[in-house]
């Protein structure tokens, strides 16, 4: 595997209404499981351009459900980087699998997801989480990161000088 020590950018994500309240909480990817995470496991996915994170937001729908695009500064390590894709040498065959249709696998033929044991495999050697390529918009780069793994030496921190974004779920009655 490819680590990086430390990665520093400016990450960008589409949040539902429902948790604009907390953008940095992972807790809705873990109700369902995500590319790189199963379910019960926080995680929380960023795109490094707003082209990106949108496509990822709509996936293959024709139409574009309410969001609220937020910026983040983000300064976490070490991190796998997935982003040149497999290799035989040095990756774990699986990660061959890392970009199989996860929702098809699980939803559809309750068949667990390759990329759900590699994301287990990231926390387990102690990564804070995964950069890797936008399945929908293959120019774009994502990382899901993994709140639990995180320490008081890592930043994801929302930019919201103005006070924006809701502070609850009260907002929305």
Partial sequence: MKFLQRFCAVGFRLLTPKWACAPTS???AALYGGRANRQGIDAVYVSFDAQTALAEYQQLSPLMPPGTLVSFEISVGPIID???GYSPNGWDPLWNDFNNDWRNLWFDKKIEPPSWILGDMAIAAAAKGILFRSSVRPAGINLVLYPGALTSDDILKVYDPA????KNGDSWK
Avoid: K
């Avoid at 006070?163 to 809701?166: C, E, G, K, N, R």
């Fill in 163 to 166: 006070h924006a974004l809701p």
């Fill in 26 to 28: 992972g807790a809705g």
């Fill in 82 to 84: 997935f982003t040149d």
